[in-house]
C-alpha cells in the first residue's frame, strides 16, 4: 500500500484556529492581505488546501492517512496541503519497488513567481545552465519507506535531501514530473521579504504586483510532460479570478 501523508496543515476555514497558531511575526503581513484583498487569507488558503484535496483523492493506487496511521514498512508520499501529484504517481511507485531501497525520487516541478530579485536570478541560473535545485528532496518529489527513523525525513524535505545524498545506493529513480510544488501567492514564502527574520509586512505595491503574476501564471497551459495538472491549474486560476483588490471593482 501507498500512502499520502499531508504535513502538519490547519483548518483554514476556522479563522478563531487559524489565529492561534499565527506566528507573531507573520500577523501584521496577514492583516495586509485582509485588508488589499476581498477573499480573507484564511479563507484564499481554504480554497487552496481544498483544490489539493481534489489532487490527492484522484491518486491511483493509493490513500491519504496521517503519519501515525502507516504501518512500518509502508511506502509514503510527503506532501504539504497546497501541492500536487500526478495522478499514475502510484503506478510508478508500485512498478518500481525494490524491497533494497528506502526511497524514491524524481524531478521536481515548480509553479511559482519569483520571490524576489535573488530568486529571480537563481530560477534563471537554472533554466539557462540546466542546474540542479538547491535541494534533491523537494516538498513533494520523494517517496521514503517508514522506518524508525524515517519520520524526520517526512516532515522536512531537507533533512530528506540529506539523507538521499549520504545513501545514494538505497534510493530509486523514477522518470517523469510526477508531482508540483504549488507555491501560490499566499505562500509564506511568497510573501517574507529576503530573510525569515525579516518582521516587516510585504509592501501593498509588491503583494498586487506579486498577485497580478500569479493571474498570468495559473492561465497558461502547462504542456509536455506537466499536462496532467491542467485541472487543477484551471481551479487556481478560478480562484485568483474570485480574488480582486479592494476598492477595484
Not at 510544488?181 to 527574520?197: C, D, G, I, K, V
Request: hydrophobic share 40%; aromatic share 10%.
Amino acid at each position: 500500500m501507498i500512502y499520502i501523508c499531508v504535513r502538519q496543515t490547519t483548518d483554514w476555514s476556522d479563522e478563531e484556529a487559524f489565529r492561534a497558531q499565527l506566528p507573531a511575526e507573520f500577523r501584521s503581513t496577514i492583516e495586509m492581505w485582509n485588508e488589499v484583498f476581498n477573499i480573507p487569507y484564511h479563507l484564499f488558503r481554504h480554497r487552496v488546501r481544498e483544490i489539493a484535496r481534489i489532487n490527492l483523492s484522484a491518486v491511483r493506487n493509493a490513500v491519504c492517512a496521517d503519519w501515525d496511521e502507516v504501518p512500518q514498512g509502508g511506502l509514503v508520499l510527503p506532501v504539504d496541503d497546497d501541492d500536487w501529484f500526478a495522478e499514475d504517481v502510484g503506478l510508478g511507485l508500485e512498478a518500481a519497488i525494490d524491497p533494497s531501497l528506502g526511497g524514491y525520487r524524481w524531478e521536481s516541478s515548480f509553479l511559482e513567481v519569483p520571490i524576489n530579485l535573488g530568486h529571480r536570478l537563481y530560477l534563471w541560473k537554472r533554466r539557462l545552465l540546466h542546474t540542479p535545485p538547491m535541494w534533491m528532496c523537494t516538498t513533494n518529489n520523494y517517496a521514503i519507506v517508514k522506518g524508525p527513523q524515517s519520520e524526520p525525513l517526512f516532515r522536512s524535505h531537507i533533512r530528506a535531501s540529506e539523507w538521499f545524498h549520504q545513501h545514494p545506493g538505497e534510493v530509486g529513480v523514477l522518470g517523469g514530473r510526477l508531482s508540483v510544488m504549488n507555491r501560490t501567492l499566499a505562500s509564506r514564502t511568497s510573501l517574507r521579504l529576503m530573510r525569515p527574520e525579516e518582521c516587516r509586512p510585504i509592501r501593498r505595491s509588491t503583494l498586487l504586483g506579486k498577485f497580478q503574476r500569479y493571474k498570468a501564471l495559473y492561465g497558461r497551459h502547462p504542456g509536455g510532460e506537466l499536462v496532467w495538472c491542467q485541472p487543477y491549474l484551471g481551479m487556481m486560476h478560478e480562484l485568483m479570478l474570485d480574488l480582486v483588490p479592494n476598492g477595484r471593482g
